[in-house]
């Protein structure tokens, strides 16, 4: 492949994935810690990033799957070598550095007049010339400026362009991903024995020091409110899988077994499995009274502000996956709309793997280990 046409299918590439986020130059370059301009040069094929680390996020962010990536990673390494000059044969000789030109032999200098040249037109006298020849100079040096500044303006529309950057979102959310279903039930798939189980409030730091990963179900509690009085309306919650391989092969540890509530709360229910997972609303039951009564299900489009916020649950179960994953939430207010990507407490996409038919263990508290039960179940 030619080094120009290498390169510029490199900045297609990046252009659609940019074009497919629909996110600003500057949103994603802070993303991505490089400038809005950087990030253009690499759409119009202006320059080839050193790395292809900063490419490959982006990908992440833009939801590429993992065939687009590697697609991705073979244009830009063609570009990046058209990029780079040739390297010489080996044996090859350095070219011999020309001889250098020899000095020009000096000048002699004028002989001093009695008068300055520009003094010398006819018809006006010393200081009338002086003044003329003075304006000149500014008059031209002017007309300089200006001219260096219109033709910046026509060659580069797109840096102008790039400072007025989006107004941002007008809500905000909080994020709780390391939920035990009813505060007791969950699963992590570790590759090495744990540590006893911790309390449920520190889960996030346990599995973290463990490096756990959800075993056949993630629970995610997502908090929304506006920044103002204005309502803003949730239009639809998607998901999207960023990346899918096989299940781990790790063993299943199961923090409690039997644990239940009284209330079940309303939820979203995701299976990641599916090529395109789906976020179904589903209703809760409280079954505290002597009748229990049904807890709706949340149904878009639904409006929030700064004193009416709603918690969304997500309840996402993968079987036949190690997924990793995001949540978009779709949202309109005074005449704008947009999307926003929603992961985890770092940001990062949620993790989820199956679990079944892994070794499983339960923690007996009075013998202080962990003992072996039955096959996991879990993503089922």
Request: net charge negative; hydrophobic share 35%; charged share 25%.
């Given at each position: ?255 409690d077994d039997g644990c ?118 879990q993503g089922e």
């Amino acid at each position: 492949m030619p080094k120009d046409a290498a390169v510029e299918e490199f900045a297609r590439l990046v252009r659609a994935l940019k074009a497919r986020d629909g996110r600003s130059y500057e949103a994603l370059g802070r993303r991505l810690s490089v400038s809005a301009s950087t990030l253009h040069r690499y759409c119009s094929g202006a320059t080839v990033p050193e790395e292809f680390a900063v490419v490959d996020r982006l990908a992440l962010l833009c939801g590429a799957d993992e065939e687009e990536r590697r697609a991705l990673e073979v244009a830009w390494t063609r570009a990046d070598g058209a990029r780079r000059p040739p390297a010489p044969e080996p044996g090859a000789e350095p070219a011999p550095e020309p001889d250098p030109a020899p000095a020009p032999a000096p000048e002699a200098a004028p002989e001093p007049e009695s008068e300055p040249v520009h003094a010398r037109v006819p018809g006006l006298p010393p200081e009338r010339r002086r003044h003329r020849w003075g304006w000149v100079g500014v008059v031209c040096g002017a007309l300089a400026v200006v001219g260096t500044v219109t033709l910046g303006a026509v060659l580069l529309p797109g840096k102008t362009r790039e400072r007025a950057a989006e107004p941002p979102a007008p809500l905000t959310w909080t994020v709780a991903s390391d939920l035990w279903k009813n505060g007791c039930g969950h699963t992590y798939l570790v590759e090495r024995t744990p540590p006893p189980p911790p309390e449920s409030a520190d889960a996030r730091s346990w599995a973290a020091a463990q490096g756990a990963v959800d075993g056949g179900e993630t629970l995610v509690r997502v908090s929304v409110q506006g920044k103002s009085a204005a309502a803003v309306v949730l239009q639809a919650l998607h998901v999207r899988v960023v990346e899918r391989g096989a299940p781990l092969p790790w063993a299943a540890y199961r923090m409690d077994d039997g644990c239940g509530g009284a209330v079940t709360p309303r939820r979203f229910e995701v299976d990641l499995d599916r090529p395109r997972p789906v976020a179904r609303a589903l209703d809760g039951y409280d079954a505290s009274g002597q009748e229990g009564r049904t807890l709706p299900a949340v149904s878009f489009p639904y409006a929030v502000s700064a004193a009416e916020p709603e918690e969304l649950l997500v309840s996402a179960g993968a079987a036949g996956c190690d997924c990793r994953w995001y949540l978009e939430l779709e949202w309109s207010s005074e005449g704008r709309r947009g999307t926003v990507r929603i992961g985890d407490e770092d940001g990062l996409p949620f993790r989820t793997s199956g679990a079944k038919g892994r070794p499983a263990y339960a923690y007996d508290s009075v013998g202080r280990a962990w003992i072996t039960g039955e096959k996991s179940g879990q993503g089922e």
